[in-house]
């Protein structure tokens, strides 16, 4: 069975994925953590894949994007020849109560 999904493996394609454009964040002063929180998965997804596409340039990575099915997110095929499946998850406070 061909599998459906959209494959992205280029930094612009990864980034017309997403909804629409993100504004930036809230000034955090004392905050000490990335604000992983305020990210759709989505948006999680697209950071890990241009943030391994800006870690390892020379290697192919492709991001199979909004598939929600919790299987692999993203391939790192290394130069190695070595093939990583990766499955993005935020852990942490994912909601807050006021």
């Known amino acids: 069975m061909p599998d459906s999904?959209?494959?992205i493996e280029c930094e612009s394609d990864a980034r017309s994925e997403l909804i629409s454009?993100?504004?930036l964040p809230l000034c955090r002063s004392g905050i000490h953590h990335l604000p992983f929180t305020d990210l759709s998965g989505d948006e999680?997804?697209?950071f890990?894949?241009?943030l391994l596409k800006s870690?390892?340039?020379d290697d192919k990575?492709?991001?199979y994007g909004k598939t929600k099915d919790l299987?692999?997110?993203i391939v790192h095929e290394r130069a190695d020849g070595?093939?990583?499946?990766?499955q993005c998850n935020r852990c942490g406070e994912l909601a807050r109560t006021f």
């Open 82 to 86: 070595c093939r990583v499946l990766i």
């Open 5 to 7: 999904r959209t494959i």
């Open 21 to 23: 454009p993100k504004s």
């Open 61 to 63: 990575i492709i991001y």
């Open 71 to 73: 299987g692999r997110d």
């Open 44 to 46: 999680f997804e697209i």
């Open 55 to 57: 870690e390892y340039p």
């Open 48 to 50: 890990c894949f241009l």
